[in-house]
Nanobody, 122 residues
């Protein structure tokens, strides 16, 4: 089970840190990803981190603004979001994937959190 938290209402330029806590003993075996879904749009990849944390990948739209990290001792993955823009407004979901090679592909994630709302006002 994945539990996302940390969303909220912020102004453009502000920062937020999302957290996703996992239950179970195999968290460290999973590639973890963050996705987001804005109203009327498809869920899209935001960032991913490999099992072990040695590899990360970002959507172009968030590159250099967002940072994904993980703490396997706490079974938690984070998404630090800086310089937020109104276009970042969406529900953010964390998800788990067994294969880093498919980090970009939403359909390859087997476990999903419930989502946390991020709203950025201009």
């Amino acid at each position: 089970q994945l539990q996302a938290s940390g969303g909220g209402l912020v102004q453009a330029g502000d920062s937020l840190r999302l957290s996703c806590a996992a239950s179970g003993r195999t968290f460290s075996d999973y590639t973890m990803g963050w996705f987001r879904q804005a109203p009327g749009k498809e869920r899209e990849f935001v960032a991913g981190i490999s099992d072990g944390g040695g590899l990360t990948k970002y959507a172009v739209s968030v590159q250099d603004r967002f940072t994904i990290s993980r703490d396997d001792a706490k079974s938690t993955v984070y998404l630090q979001m800086n310089s937020l823009k109104p276009v970042d407004t969406a529900v953010y979901y964390c998800a788990a994937n067994r294969d880093w090679r498919t980090v970009l592909f939403r359909t390859k994630y087997s476990r999903w959190g419930q989502g946390t709302q991020v709203t950025v006002s201009s």
